[in-house]
């Protein structure tokens, strides 16, 4: 990691004497800022001076979490201001916008919260090593401060994707992990409405998270993806180290819009085993590289579309869109829609979800709409179809019941698949079975004879007594064990 900053620190030297000739870099506390060293009256200070300021805004909007609010937000807030700013017909105006960027970026030094680069304990976590695999075309690779022609490149040149953790305390009692990836498109990273409100907002769940800074325009869609299966990869990587349970909870990513899209492309090309090398030849894979880049639920947010893939491990997918979404075209109501029905076709207990008066990009939830509560199915969802929500019979089991198995019943209406605790006494001569459903625990209790169920002498809310036969059909006589007293 350390290596990487370096490298990264080396880069921005390197761009500050090939364009912002008398600006030079500084670190507070790690986190390198250009500083303008030239006195005001040099004919190239104000240009120096607003170069700095540009490069310094596309960097700081990046840490959100790195600082206070109050200091963060002045520093984006008037760096944002840079990108209106013409260096060649500079006001007195402008030239007091460009003096209050700057002191707003130099006083961050004093409202830092953590390190910039500390592992896990920091802000910043890349993802990658000393070289990260880049099949963009080098003189596609064009970084301009500002295009007053059209769209402004989002990063700076020397832009290296990270993670920022988003962790519980202790994140091994956690439901599960998230990736979470903001929308865009693949031109900008739309961190305000959806990585920064949807992370926390998960946290509150009971989730880690960890927000994936990925690279985006000049990059093409191939670079961008592979920064996000190379996140897979890292977090199951260091999930030990850091202290999460990958084994016993889930791994799931979530994408908004071009963040959702990059999630697509993943599930259809960078899936399991494949590398970044099959299409970079000259990247060389590590360790982390190795590791398989499936994952256990997907989250499409307003950016669904039907897959054209051979990938043989989809995970669950839990989509959602707004009503009046028309999704650019394809990716709307009707692409969710679509991927919802060839999802449910493949056996993935899709979830759709569609809300009335919401158009594109609501983010964490657009107030006053239903829309709000999306995260929160969201979160019921995946623990029901990775079957960590299932409720055991929490009744007092007689101590006559001395035996136990579990089985899984498909056929009941409360689901497609409801796990069972089934008893017996050691003469097998009665039988109970217990389970969850309709919000309350369920007891059906009947009498054996000859090793078939004879009567059902108790059925606690009267529907299940037809059942119990079937039910004791499922037992496997050689699958006994001692109940656990």
Not at 148 to 164: K, L, S, T
């Amino acid at each position: 990691m350390k290596k990487i900053l370096s490298l990264c620190m080396a880069l921005i030297m390197l761009l500050g004497m090939c364009g912002i000739a008398s600006a030079e870099t500084a670190a507070f506390n790690e986190a390198p800022y250009k500083i303008v060293e030239l006195d005001q009256n040099d004919p190239a200070y104000w240009q120096t001076e607003w170069e700095a300021q540009v490069y310094n805004y596309k960097m700081v909007r990046n840490f959100p979490t790195l600082y206070e609010k109050d200091a963060w937000d002045a520093a984006q807030n008037t760096g944002s201001l840079m990108m209106n700013i013409h260096p060649d017909a500079l006001t007195d105006a402008n030239k007091e916008q460009i003096l209050a960027a700057k002191a707003a970026i130099a006083d961050l030094k004093n409202h830092q919260l953590k390190p910039f680069s500390d592992g896990i304990n920091g802000e910043v976590i890349y993802i990658w090593g000393d070289k990260m695999p880049v099949t963009t075309p080098a003189e596609d690779l064009q970084f301009p401060l500002v295009n007053y022609e059209g769209e402004a490149i989002y990063d700076n040149a020397d832009f290296v994707p990270y993670i920022i953790p988003y962790l519980l305390e202790n994140p091994g009692e956690a439901k599960g992990t998230i990736i979470v990836l903001s929308g865009g498109g693949n031109t900008s990273r739309s961190n305000p409405n959806e990585g920064y409100r949807v992370a926390p907002g998960f946290n509150e769940l009971g989730y880690n998270c960890i927000l994936l800074q990925r690279r985006v325009l000049p990059y093409n869609n191939d670079d961008i993806v592979m920064d996000l299966q190379r996140t897979v990869r890292f977090v199951k990587y260091h999930a030990q180290e850091w202290g999460i349970d990958l084994e016993g909870t889930l791994l799931a990513v979530s994408g908004y819009s071009g963040g959702g899209g990059n999630i697509r492309t993943m599930l259809q090309k960078f899936y399991g085993d494949i590398t970044p090398d099959q299409f970079d030849a000259s990247y060389v894979c590590d360790e982390i590289d190795a590791v398989n880049s499936d994952v256990d639920v997907a989250h499409i947010i307003y950016s669904a579309g039907k897959l054209e893939t051979e990938n043989p491990h989809l995970p669950h997918l839990f989509i959602a869109v707004g009503a009046d979404d028309n999704g650019f075209g394809r990716y709307g109501f009707e692409g969710s829609y679509e991927m919802f029905k060839q999802a449910y076709e493949l056996g993935l207990d899709p979830e759709l979800q569609v809300y009335a008066k919401n158009g594109h990009g609501f983010g964490a939830g657009n107030a006053g709409t239903t829309s709000m509560l999306w995260m929160a199915s969201c979160d019921m969802y995946m623990q029901k179809v990775m079957g960590l929500a299932e409720v055991k019979y929490e009744g007092e089991i007689p101590a006559e019941y001395t035996l136990t198995q579990d089985i899984v019943v498909d056929w009941f209406p409360i689901s497609d698949a409801t796990p069972v605790n089934v008893y017996t006494t050691a003469d097998h001569s009665k039988v109970l079975f217990t389970f969850f459903g309709w919000g309350e625990n369920i007891m059906v209790e009947g009498l054996l004879i000859g090793g078939h169920l004879a009567d059902v002498t108790f059925d606690s809310v009267g529907y299940f007594s037809g059942d119990a036969p079937k039910m004791w059909d499922l037992v496997d006589p050689a699958a006994w064990l001692p109940v656990q007293k």
